[in-house]
T-cell receptor, first 115, second 112 residues
C-alpha cells in the first residue's frame, strides 16, 4: 500500500516570507509519479507539477520550486516571497507507474498568506 | 474549453433518496475518477474507469455506483443517500494513469 503524508495541516505566513510545504511518501513501487495540486478558496483543483521517480532534479517555476529526494522519500514544495494569492490548500499525490495507477493523495496543507 | 463539467454544483437530499451526479469531459480522456473531499481527509477515490465499459472500486466505494458507457461520461450514483455521504465530490479525467488529472468544479452535496 502507498501512503502520502502532509504533516503540516495549516501554515500561516506574512506576505513575502518563504514557505516550504512538506510531503513524505511511502511506496513499494520502484517507479512512480509524484504530483502537487493547488486548491484556492474558490474550490477548483489545479495541477502544479509532476515528477517521476527517476528524475531527482529539482525544478523551479517562477516563485515555486520543488525538491525531490528519493533517499528521504520526500517531495517538498517551496514558495519564495509568498503572496496573498498563494493562499490555498495544497495537495501532494503519488501514482504508481503500472497496475491500476490508483493515485493516493495527502490530506493537504492549508497555506494562509497574510498581507 | 469546457474540460470536465460536473452537474449539479449544489444538491440537498433527504436520507434514503437516490440521485446521480453527472460528469462529462470533452478531452477524449480514457481515465476518469470520482473523489470525495471531506475536511481534514484530503481526496479519497470512490470509483475510477480506465475506459468505456471498464470501472473499478477505489478506496471508499460503498454506497456508490458508476458506469461508463461512453468515453465522455462517467456518472456517479448514490443508491440510498446517508448523512455520512455529505461531502464535496470531484470528478477528474486524465489522458493516462500517470498523467495529471483535470478536475471538475465539484458538487457540494448535503444529506439531511
Amino acid at each position: 500500500a502507498q501512503k502520502v503524508t502532509q504533516a503540516q495541516t495549516e501554515i500561516s505566513v506574512v506576505e513575502k516570507e518563504d514557505v516550504t510545504l512538506d510531503c513524505v511518501y511511502e511506496t513499494r513501487d520502484t517507479t512512480y509519479y509524484l504530483f502537487w495540486y493547488k486548491q484556492p478558496p474558490s474550490g477548483e483543483l489545479v495541477f502544479l507539477i509532476r515528477r517521476n521517480s527517476f528524475d531527482e532534479q529539482n525544478e523551479i517555476s517562477g516563485r515555486y520550486s520543488w525538491n525531490f529526494q528519493k533517499s528521504t522519500s520526500s517531495f517538498n514544495f517551496t514558495i519564495t516571497a509568498s503572496q496573498v494569492v498563494d493562499s490555498a490548500v495544497y495537495f501532494c499525490a503519488l501514482t504508481p507507474s503500472g497496475g491500476s495507477y490508483i493515485p493516493t493523495f495527502g490530506r493537504g496543507t492549508s497555506l494562509i498568506v497574510h498581507p | 474549453n469546457a474540460g470536465v463539467t460536473q452537474t449539479p454544483k449544489f444538491q440537498v437530499l433527504k436520507t434514503g433518496q437516490s440521485m446521480t451526479l453527472q460528469c462529462a469531459q470533452d478531452m477524449n480522456h480514457e481515465y476518469m475518477s470520482w473523489y470525495r473531499q471531506d475536511p481534514g481527509m484530503g481526496l479519497r477515490l470512490i470509483h475510477y474507469s480506465v475506459g468505456a465499459g471498464i470501472t473499478d472500486q477505489g478506496e471508499v466505494p460503498n454506497g456508490y455506483n458508476v458506469s461508463r458507457s461512453t468515453t465522455e461520461d462517467f456518472p456517479l450514483r448514490l443508491l440510498s443517500a446517508a448523512p455520512s455521504q455529505t461531502s464535496v465530490y470531484f470528478c477528474a479525467s486524465s489522458s493516462g494513469g500517470i498523467q495529471p488529472q483535470h478536475f471538475g468544479d465539484g458538487t457540494r452535496l448535503s444529506i439531511l
